[in-house]
């Protein structure tokens, strides 16, 4: 059963979101606090049985980054359903010429 769930996430994924807000994340929430980011390129595999890993990749140069510091990262299916959500302490400023990578390993259980 992991291993059918871990492989239903992998084909959910879709894009992913950076924002600026920080706040905790509501189960009815449908969106990012404060989206950023239109699209980030978001890639899944499944790395084990039970565990999949995203990779976000943001460009400065597309992504209104500029002067701004992160706080909050989102991962969504081809419908646009947030299918999570993460806050983190804020990271940055950035210039148009940087380029961030979020990892984010989920563990079916």
């Given at each position: 059963m992991q291993n059918l769930l871990?492989?239903?996430?992998v084909s959910l994924v879709n894009n992913g979101k950076v924002g600026l807000g920080g706040n905790s994340t509501f189960s009815s929430q449908t969106d990012l606090d404060v989206p950023l980011v239109a699209t980030a390129?978001?890639?899944a595999t499944q790395s084990d049985a039970n565990v999949v890993q995203i990779k976000l990749t943001v460009s400065g140069a597309t992504a209104a980054m500029t002067?701004?510091?992160?706080?909050e990262v989102?991962?969504?299916?081809?419908?646009?359903?947030?299918?999570?959500?993460e806050n983190f302490d804020g990271?940055?400023?950035?210039?148009?010429?940087?380029?961030?990578?979020?990892?984010?390993?989920l563990e079916v259980e």
């Open positions: 871990a492989t239903h996430l390129t978001a890639t002067g701004q510091v992160l706080r989102g991962v969504f299916d081809a419908s646009s359903n947030m299918l999570f959500r990271i940055g400023p950035f210039s148009s010429n940087d380029t961030i990578e979020f990892f984010i390993f």
